[in-house]
């Protein structure tokens, strides 16, 4: 697995690991805390984002918006 830069490369990463638990690659366990932590990241983004909002910002992140 590579380290996603931008939310296709995420969504891509949890498309294999479903995969992977699906072919016994992984264990169920493992794939639970890779989608733990893609959830932790997209908190961390609408945390951002609010807070950007908040302070009258137009929010923009490039890793949302498929940049890297």
């Known amino acids: 697995m590579t380290t996603p830069t931008n939310m296709q490369e995420l969504r891509a990463v949890l498309c ?3 995969a992977a638990v ?3 690659e992984i ?4 794939a639970e805390a890779v989608s733990n932590a893609s959830g932790k990241i997209v908190a961390s983004f609408r945390v951002e984002l609010e ?4 302070r009258g910002e137009v ?10």
Request: zero cysteines; charged letters at 35%; glycine letters at 12%.
């Open 16 to 18: 294999e690991t479903i």
């Open 22 to 24: 699906r072919a016994k």
């Open 27 to 30: 264990t169920p366990d493992a």
């Open 51 to 54: 807070y950007r909002r908040m």
């Open 59 to 68: 929010p923009t992140l490039g890793f949302m918006e498929g940049g890297k």
